[in-house]
């Protein structure tokens, strides 16, 4: 569809559209009316989510504090260089298997462990994760998994060292471990 250009404005016509609309006279601006007053911000989900902490901090099953302490695993077997350590802490070695010990109890998981380090040293596996979760289902024990793990693999001969993992891979839910070649 092409588009009408409008014709140009000539004398006859400004003419003529002057006498069609008869003497004009100038209107004096007008203001607009005040905006309504805007109430003062008030911060009611703060509010809520501050009287909210009391009955919530009733409710957990384990005391937070003592997870804080301690959260990140990590280990060196006595003899290695500290290098090693920084190095799988940093995520410098390949993870070639994992394991995950979620939804099981602590002899399940203690089991599951000792057959999956045989098995990784079996297939010369050298870096493999466990991920034991953050134990926040957990009772009053705080994460049962969690420091299970930690005890059971400071005890074996082939572990060299281990380190909770990266965000990425599981974070304090999860360990890297490095073993013996």
Known sequence: MKRRVPAAINDHDSRLFREAIGTVRRLDPVLPPPAAARPAPHPHMLEADEAAVPGELLDMAFDPALLEVGEELSYLRDGYPPKLLRQLKRGQFSVQDDLDLHQMNAAAA??????????ARQHGRRCVRIVHGKGLRSRAAGPVLKGLTDRLLRRRDDVIAFASARPALGGTGAVVVLLKG
């Open 110 to 119: 203690q089991a599951s462990i000792v057959d999956f380090l045989a098995e």
